[in-house]
T-cell receptor, first 109, second 114 residues
Framework: DAKTTQPTSMDCAEGRAANLPCNHSTISGNEYVYWYRQIHSQGPQYIIHGLKNNETNEMASLIITEDRKSSTLILPHATLRDTAVYYCIDPTGANNLFFGTGTRLTVIP | DAGVIQSPRHEVTEMGQEVTLRCKPISGHNSLFWYRQTMMRGLELLIYFNNNVPIDDSGMPEDRFSAKMPNASFSTLKIQPSEPRDSAVYFC????????????FGQGTRLTVV
């Protein structure tokens, strides 16, 4: 079962930063937080993951709170192609990948 | 690598018929996942394998569904007999044996049971 809580939907103006929050209050000390996104009709796509340090790659930045109970995915300059459903995942101890309902991000021109 | 390959991309079948969905994971990956996605239920994990062995099949909806992984490069998800409520997009994903790595998804099979 999904162990994360995300807002159902968000809007972001094109060119602005999109900040997507996620609560994962039951995450254990050695589990990474993963973020994926799913663009309409396609398979989910990996974005980024982290343990406790902030992470950045070519797609996004991930900010994890010190207590590790929440994180924020940042798309620094959102484009129309970033419109998708974004999933924050707290894997179980058995390495399952359970997807919750995610956040539907709409980038507005 | 061509990524996770699923076939067919689309399948239309009549109620009562057997349906077999296929997945070829990325070479070298040792974990394989099957998901089902519908508007009503979202993305559901059906079953996953580690080293070709089913680890957790608690998400498999009922006995009509079965999954196999005869070797590291091939897996099938079978529905017999199929019903209209099985209509969905079925995704396969694979992941490396290295710890804390991401999963890669195929493009999915859109199944329609009429």
């Amino acid at each position: 079962d999904a162990k994360t809580t995300q807002p159902t939907s968000m809007d972001c103006a094109e060119g602005r930063a999109a900040n997507l929050p996620c609560n994962h209050s039951t995450i254990s000390g050695n589990e990474y937080v993963y973020w994926y996104r799913q663009i309409h009709s396609q398979g989910p796509q990996y974005i980024i993951h982290g343990l406790k340090n902030n992470e950045t790659n070519e797609m996004a930045s991930l900010i994890i709170t010190e207590d590790r109970k929440s994180s924020t995915l940042i798309l620094p300059h959102a484009t129309l192609r970033d419109t998708a459903v974004y999933y924050c995942i707290d894997p179980t101890g058995a390495n399952n990948l359970f997807f919750g309902t995610g956040t539907r991000l709409t980038v507005i021109p | 690598d061509a990524g996770v390959i699923q076939s067919p991309r689309h399948e239309v079948t009549e109620m009562g018929q057997e349906v077999t969905l296929r997945c070829k994971p990325i070479s070298g990956h040792n974990s394989l996942f099957w998901y089902r996605q519908t508007m009503m239920r979202g993305l559901e994990l059906l079953i996953y394998f580690n080293n070709n062995v089913p680890i957790d099949d608690s998400g498999m909806p009922e006995d009509r569904f079965s999954a196999k992984m005869p070797n590291a490069s091939f897996s099938t998800l079978k529905i017999q007999p199929s019903e209209p409520r099985d209509s969905a997009v079925y995704f396969c994903a694979s992941r490396s044996r290295e710890a804390n790595t991401e999963a890669f998804f195929g493009q999915g099979t859109r199944l329609t049971v009429v």
